[in-house]
Each structure stands twice: as structure tokens, then as C-alpha cells.
């Protein structure tokens, strides 16, 4: 069960209105009215953005449930706020809420550049593509201000390095310079979320996220100059988005992307209970079913973390939608899969002085 929220704060506009503390704290903070004072005007929750200088920035993994073995993030946490952001957890690393804090303490790490060219310029790195959007969005709100993500960007162009980026923020249309003359040479490809096409619900859902018509203007924008977009309808959430995914493909499709994949909703950790309330204050009459359905993808929880199945699901429910899934993606003709980005091109950029090549 959620705590109570502050009384003194208005979280309008805001996925989660709580701050229930993290996995590993001791203690949970309950804010009381002792009756003595009489309560001040609600204030809205603003984001506050942090800075923090790390020491490395790519982060490895050897999970067989995701294509790459490697990515960086230039955030933690997302202003986006979308409830079900499975990303919600890794705040309680820093002691913070998964709930009201992932959206509103943003913390940001500006030297991600300086840190991404030093690590791929080290004796003996491999080269191999860069995930960016795997944990956080790289374009959310506060990039358009900070610049990091077009500075790790920059790097990579550079440096010729494949990347991969997945995003529902617009502000990845201000670096289609770089990532267009990344994808002529097959160093690029995006990945654009898209949940639902219905508005009201996504304003709900993804309540500072950018409405499902900009994404797919995104997606046209990115594929007119010559970016090979993916679709990501994930997570489709049974019993309340579920319905659009012949509807989402088509959309996705009629405005130039080329391939596509879907994920049902994890709610892992502290995700749950966030996800619940959220479905208990939006939609009461549904949410008793909607969970019924999760439950039965997940062996009767509200997760399962194996490898394996946490991405896909399992039984009759997840069989279904991977399905239709399969039908609508091939009678629209989206291509099977994306080719390997090009990793033969990865060099040191020329520095002044050095001898030029001949061809």
C-alpha cells in the first residue's frame, strides 16, 4: 500500500503522486496533520536537476533478453513520467523515490562525452553498437537545454561508431544532422516508443511525453532523411492497450517505419504497486481485470524476472498478442529485422597534423 501523499504538493501533470521509499530503505516517511496548522496552498512539484561525474559511462551487460551488450545513459531518471517505466527502480540505487522522485530529481551527467570518447579510445576496445534509451530517455525535456546526448553523439560520429538509439522525445529531431550522416553510412538506427494513439490516455499515461501524433511526425521526419526507424510498441498493456496493436502498426507504417517489435508490461519492483494506484485513480472499473490479465503473462504475479520470459511473457495471454502481432507486422509489410550496423569504419578522428591518406 502507497503512503499518502504531501498534502502541500499539487503532482498535476505527473505519472506518479507518491513518494513511497525505495526497496532498500529502512524506514518509510508518512506525512501527518497534527491539526494545528492550517494547510498552505498547494504547490505544484517542480523537477530539480542534479550533476554527477562519473567515472566510467559504459555500462555492460550479459543479459540474452536484449540485442546489445553495452549502452550508456547521459540521465537517471525521466521526466517523461510514464507510470509504467520499468526503469522506475534503479532510483532507489541513489535513495531516492521510484515513484514522485524518478520524474521530478533528475540527475544529469554532463561529462558523458569527455568520459564516452576516453573509454572508446583505449588500447583494446572492441567495437561493437552503443544503446542509448535503454534505461532512460537520452531526449527527454531537459536535453533540449543540457545538450548531453548530442554531445555523446557527436563523439560517435567522430569516431565512426555504430549506435543505437530508442526515444519518444522530440528533441531528437534537433541532431538529425549527425544521425542522418550516421545512418548513410549504416552507423545508426532509431527506435521510436509508441504505446497508443489514443491522446487523453497517453497524457495520462506518459503525462509529459510528447503526444502519439508527434511521435509519429518523429518517425516521418527521421525516416524522410534516411534513418532506418523501428516502432517499439511497448509495452502493451492487456485489457487497456492491447486493442490498438494492428491500429498502432498501421500508423507507425504510414509514416515510414520499417520494422518493429513489441514488449507486454513488466512491472518489476516497486513498479507494481505504483503501476496499481495509478490504475485504481484512472481507471477503477478496469483495474481489477487488467491485473487479472498481467497476471496471467506472468505465472499468476504482477512479474517475473526470469531470462527468458520477462521480455516476452508467457501462456495462452502472451501467446496471443505475440500473434497478432506477428499477422499485422507482416501484412504490412515491415521487414523481418534491421541488417548489423557497420562496425568497419571505427577510427580515431584525424587531429590536425596528421598525415593525410592518398585515397
Not at 502507497?2 to 499539487?10: G, K, V
Not at 540521465?75 to 515513484?99: K, T, V
Not at 561493437?128 to 543540457?146: H, K, M, V
Request: proline share 10%; charged share 25%.
Amino acid at each position: 500500500m502507497l503512503p499518502p501523499r504531501n498534502r502541500h504538493e499539487s503532482p498535476k501533470g505527473r505519472g506518479a503522486v507518491h513518494r513511497p521509499a525505495g526497496r532498500f530503505e529502512p524506514y518509510q516517511a508518512v506525512p501527518e496533520d497534527d491539526g494545528w496548522d492550517s494547510p498552505p496552498e498547494e504547490r505544484p512539484v517542480r523537477t530539480e536537476i542534479a550533476i554527477e561525474s562519473p567515472r566510467s559511462i559504459i555500462t555492460r551487460n550479459r543479459s540474452p533478453d536484449v540485442p546489445f551488450d553495452r549502452s550508456v545513459n547521459p540521465y537517471r531518471g525521466c521526466e517523461h513520467g510514464c507510470i509504467y517505466c520499468f526503469a522506475r527502480p534503479s532510483h532507489s540505487y541513489l535513495g531516492l523515490s521510484p515513484g514522485l522522485d524518478f520524474e521530478t530529481r533528475i540527475i544529469a551527467r554532463p561529462e558523458a562525452p569527455a568520459r564516452l570518447a576516453e573509454e572508446i579510445a583505449r588500447p583494446g576496445y572492441a567495437v561493437a553498437p552503443i544503446a542509448f534509451g535503454t534505461n532512460t530517455d537520452p531526449y527527454q525535456p531537459a536535453e533540449s537545454r543540457l545538450g548531453i546526448m548530442r554531445g555523446c553523439l557527436q563523439v560517435l560520429a567522430d569516431w565512426n561508431h555504430p549506435v543505437s538509439i530508442v526515444t519518444r522525445g522530440r528533441t531528437v529531431l534537433r541532431d538529425l544532422d549527425l544521425i542522418g550522416a550516421m545512418a548513410a553510412r549504416g552507423q545508426v538506427f532509431v527506435g521510436v516508443s509508441l504505446t497508443t494513439l489514443d491522446a487523453a490516455l497517453a497524457r495520462r499515461m506518459e503525462p509529459r511525453a510528447p503526444a502519439p501524433a508527434t511521435r509519429l511526425a518523429m518517425i516521418g521526419a527521421l525516416a524522410a532523411a534516411g534513418v532506418r526507424v523501428r516502432v517499439l510498441c511497448a509495452p502493451i498493456i492487456p485489457g487497456l492497450t492491447d486493442h490498438e496493436i494492428e491500429s498502432l502498426l498501421a500508423a507507425a507504417r504510414e509514416a515510414g517505419a520499417a520494422t518493429a517489435s513489441m514488449i507486454p508490461l513488466r512491472l518489476p519492483h516497486e513498479v507494481a504497486p505504483l503501476f496499481r494506484d495509478w490504475l485504481d485513480r484512472h481507471h477503477p472499473g478496469k483495474a481489477a481485470h487488467v491485473m487479472h490479465r498481467i497476471q496471467a503473462m506472468r505465472g499468476g504475479r504482477d512479474n517475473d524476472p526470469r531470462f527468458g520470459t520477462r521480455m516476452r511473457g508467457e501462456g495462452i495471454e502472451a501467446d496471443l498478442l505475440h500473434q497478432r502481432f506477428r499477422l499485422a507486422r507482416r501484412r504490412l509489410g515491415y521487414d523481418s529485422d534491421s541488417p548489423p550496423l557497420d562496425c568497419s569504419r571505427f577510427a580515431p578522428p584525424p587531429r590536425r597534423g596528421d598525415q593525410l591518406t592518398l585515397f
